[in-house]
């Protein structure tokens, strides 16, 4: 199934060039939650995203059969999208595992020494290399392995293994409307995101409603606003500096007027402590249940994958004051720490439930571990 060392360097010849979105890699304070020096993003995404989305993600065992259908026409182009969107990272774990792999059938002391710098190196963490180092020593234990190309397969499963324990595709559930609430510091993506996920839902025949729910900077709300027009779909917002949760009750108050059945709720991240965050997430909360004691639905921590390891202790952090229910890994396009996706799967508790590889609508892709261990390693679809 795999042929990832013979294939590799034609793959990579062929792919453009990766814009740098976010380069030197900032590394925000991790107990600050929203460390003020951070880099100050565009307010507004440079690409319009003109192209119509997919179909919604039909995730669970469909998102596998997705997957599995990769070779024709349009599954195939994504995974050749998503495939260019992770070459960064590709280069720092795939391209290494393969060098590091390449002859070999069997695992000695020194392969698994250099497996596991490899691993760290790349993000991947302590606890996940740690279990991609056991598991893939019991796995070749097990079975005689006889060509080069074994081992490698034997990792991929082991790491489609680890992020597949956590995985839990999206999926919008009954209540009307559906109330999803989007946390994170600022600048991971949060907005775009949004309308990134509007589009999304949009296209696959729901009603979303858009609510400015960051409001700090009044370019925050035009922000989401553009992305309301782009998509065509509503947005409620005050004005800057309006109370956070007042434009939540206006939002699920209008979505019920007006039928929309899914509120995607922005929020602020410029917070400047903990316990600010914890009052500004817990009055939200708070009013979101006047209307639903079950809202928030869907709670989703949105990171930046460029932020490597810090991207844990945000999780961490989020997770005392929200009960978030699913994570958004960013800028994977932008970034060579695409592994720090094994390190959420194994030490945040939280399923990983889109990923982010550009800034057009479409760059926002139901994660589905499969595809993903197969576009960071040079492999074809799985
Ligand atoms: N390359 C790339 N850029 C992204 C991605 N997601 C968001 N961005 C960019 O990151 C910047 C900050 O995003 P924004 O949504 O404003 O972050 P927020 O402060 O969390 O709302 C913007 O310039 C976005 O276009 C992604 O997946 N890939
Ligand atoms: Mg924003």
């Known amino acids: 199934m795999f042929r990832f060392l013979r294939k590799k360097k034609a793959v990579e010849a062929s792919e453009p060039e990766v814009p740098q979105t976010r380069e030197p890699e900032r590394q925000p304070e991790v107990e600050a939650v929203s460390p003020p020096t951070e880099a100050v993003p565009k307010a507004v995404p440079e690409a319009v995203p003109e192209a119509v989305p997919e179909a919604v993600p039909e995730a669970g065992p469909d998102a596998l059969k997705q997957s599995q259908e990769g070779k024709d026409g349009e599954s195939a182009g994504l995974f050749g999208r998503l495939r260019s969107g992770l070459a960064r990272s590709r280069g720092a774990l795939g391209d290494s595992l393969g060098t590091l792999l390449l002859g070999k059938k069997e695992i000695d002391e020194s392969l698994l020494e250099a497996l596991e710098t490899q691993l760290l190196m790349a993000d991947v963490g302590l606890e996940a290399t740690e279990a991609v180092l056991e598991r893939l020593t019991a796995r070749v234990k097990r079975r005689a392995l006889n060509d080069e190309d074994a081992l490698m397969s034997e990792l991929a499963e082991v790491l489609s293994e680890i992020l597949g324990e956590r995985h839990e595709p999206f999926s919008l559930g009954a ?143 989020f997770s005392e004051v929200a009960p978030l229910t699913g994570l958004v890994l960013t800028k994977l396009d932008g970034t060579a720490k695409g592994g720090v996706a094994f390190a959420l799967a194994k030490q945040s508790g939280l399923p990983i439930q889109f990923i982010g590889v550009g800034e057009q609508a479409d760059d926002l892709r139901p994660f589905e571990p499969r595809s993903f261990v197969a576009a960071l390693l040079g492999a074809e679809a799985p």
Do not use: C, Y
Not at 210 to 216: H, K, M, R, V
Not at 246 to 252: G, K, R, T
């Open 175 to 317: 209540a009307e409307p559906f109330v999803i609430l989007v946390v994170g510091v600022n600048g991971v993506g949060k907005t775009t995101t949004i309308g990134k996920l509007a589009q999304r839902f949009k296209a696959a025949g729901h009603h979303p409603l858009l609510a400015a729910g960051d409001t700090f900077r009044a370019a925050a709300v035009e922000q989401l606003k553009q992305w309301g027009t782009r998509a065509d779909v509503p947005v409620i917002a005050q004005g800057e500096g309006a109370d956070s949760a007042s434009v939540l009750f206006d939002a699920v108050s209008a979505a019920r007027a007006r039928g929309a059945d899914v509120v995607l709720a922005d929020t602020a991240g410029r917070l400047h402590n903990k316990g600010h965050l914890m009052e500004e997430l817990a009055k939200v909360v708070r009013v979101l249940k006047r209307f639903d004691a079950a809202a928030p639905h869907a709670v989703l921590l949105v990171l930046d994958a460029g932020t490597g390891q810090n991207a844990l202790a945000q999780a961490k952090t």
